[in-house]
């Protein structure tokens, strides 16, 4: 089955602990991103990958870092996570956005809480 | 300033209702992609089409239908003969050609509740 798996789905944590969220797709994407979704603001982008080892900032980058050696992984890093960003994470790939079948594939969402 | 408004934070209507989500966006890109996504209740979130800046045709899927008009930049979303089911978040969206349709902004959702 085609998805985007993200790890874990939950987590509560202090701040200043570092942490990783995973992503996983299994359909040989090119393109990853992650967002986040806070009430009142949509979604936010805050990296994308165009390819392995090609990432770059989206809206809101900062306290973030990615990294993607691989095509199908792309983690989300909080090195030193603060309570603002408590949030709902999401990974999505895509074939390629400019492509026919360009649409995003959203992973199932990581509720985080920083205390 | 936001790229993509979605002015009605929640909408509630009976069952069998019509009802239109509007969404209005910003660009001076003229090759864009318009996107709508629902996010149901149990938090995930599905595409429902996308759309290129190219082509104003009005889209019909069942019981989705959808306006896009480039004079008023505008692409609203309408559901004929609501169902409970329909009840969810929509999310409205753009990228754009200037950066490789690489960057999506999202508007911040109409939550729409569908009564019974």
């Known amino acids: 089955e085609a998805q985007v798996t993200q790890n874990p789905r939950y987590l509560i944590t202090v701040t200043g602990k570092k942490l990783t969220v995973t992503c996983s797709q299994n359909?040989?994407?090119?393109?990853m991103s992650w967002y986040r979704q806070d009430p009142g603001l949509g979604l936010r982008q805050i990296y994308y990958?165009?390819?392995?080892?090609?990432?770059d900032k989206g809206d809101v980058p900062e306290g973030y870092k990615v990294s993607r050696k691989e095509k199908r992984n792309f983690p989300l890093i909080l090195e030193s996570p603060s309570p603002n960003q408590t949030s709902l994470y999401f990974c999505?790939?895509?074939?390629?956005?400019?492509?026919?079948?360009?649409?995003?594939?959203f992973g199932e969402g990581s509720r985080l809480t920083v205390l | 300033a936001q790229k993509v408004t979605q002015a009605q934070t929640e909408i509630s209507v009976v069952e069998k209702e019509d009802v239109t989500l509007d969404c209005v966006y910003e660009?001076?890109?003229?090759?864009?992609?318009l996107f709508w996504y629902k996010q149901p209740p149990s938090g995930e979130l599905v595409f429902l089409i996308r759309?290129?800046?190219?082509?104003?045709q009005n889209e019909i899927s069942g019981r989705y239908s959808w306006n896009f008009q480039k004079s008023t930049s505008s692409f609203n979303f309408t559901i004929t003969a609501s169902q409970v089911v329909d009840s969810a978040v929509y999310f409205c969206?753009?990228?754009?050609?200037?950066?490789?349709?690489?960057?999506?902004?999202f508007g911040s959702g109409t939550k729409l509740n569908v009564k019974p």
């Open positions: 969206a753009l990228s754009e050609a200037r950066h490789n349709f690489n960057k999506f902004y």
């Open positions: 759309r290129n800046s190219f082509d104003e």
């Open positions: 990958s165009m390819n392995v080892e090609v990432t």
């Open positions: 999505a790939s895509s074939l390629s956005p400019g492509a026919v079948a360009g649409e995003l594939f």
């Open positions: 660009t001076r890109d003229t090759t864009y992609y």
């Open positions: 359909m040989n994407h090119e393109y």
